[in-house]
């Protein structure tokens, strides 16, 4: 994994979420899909997609302390972000283009055709161009490149990121 930081990186103990049974870290033998239950408060929903474990932990940890504005749910493959989002749509995805199995260009089609109005930021360590531009084509809103800078990613989340949608799951 890597990550650009323009400030010293500090590891803190994970902090509890306020709301009813919502902790940062999995308990023993708990997965993902345990841990991304419902969401039922006002914050921005973001779901961030990527097959490295330690990007999504340090992507969830980042995000959720900005303010308390954004509840970060996680997946690891690719057809487990569609299950999450046909369950409870979110208000961003955060989306890798390279994964094993179902690949971030497909996630997105199938993403678009189940609902359109979900923005998406691509996630990508491939210096063609080409990617980029195919991704914007489906459908993306924008991309960032890898390896990430936390301070970028955080303006397009601000950018594209809104409260929930009249009509949504959330």
């Known amino acids: 994994m890597f990550i650009t930081h323009c400030h ?10 306020p709301g009813p049974a919502r ?11 345990t841990r991304n239950g419902p969401v ?11 097959d490295d474990p330690e990007l999504l932990e340090t992507l969830r940890e980042y995000l959720e302390k ?33 994964m094993p199995g179902m690949t971030g260009v497909q996630v997105l089609t199938s993403l678009r055709a189940l609902d359109p ?4 930021i ?15 084509k489906l459908g993306a809103v924008s991309y960032a490149p890898k390896p990430l800078n936390l301070q970028y990613l955080d303006h397009l989340v601000a950018t594209f990121a809104t409260k929930p949608r009249e009509g949504s799951s959330a």
Request: charged share 25%; proline share 7%.
């Open 8 to 17: 010293e990186a500090t590891r803190e103990p994970p902090i509890p979420v």
């Open 40 to 50: 039922t408060d006002e914050r921005i929903r973001i779901l961030v997609v990527d």
């Open 23 to 33: 902790e940062l870290n999995l308990p023993d033998g708990a997965t993902d899909a």
């Open 66 to 98: 900005l303010g308390n504005r954004y509840v970060v749910e996680t997946a690891a493959r690719g057809s487990e972000a569609l299950w999450m989002v046909a369950r409870a749509r979110p208000d961003l995805v955060i989306l890798d283009v390279e």
């Open 122 to 136: 691509m996630l990508t360590g491939n210096t063609d161009g080409s990617v980029a531009a195919e991704t914007l």
């Open 117 to 120: 109005t979900i923005p998406v």
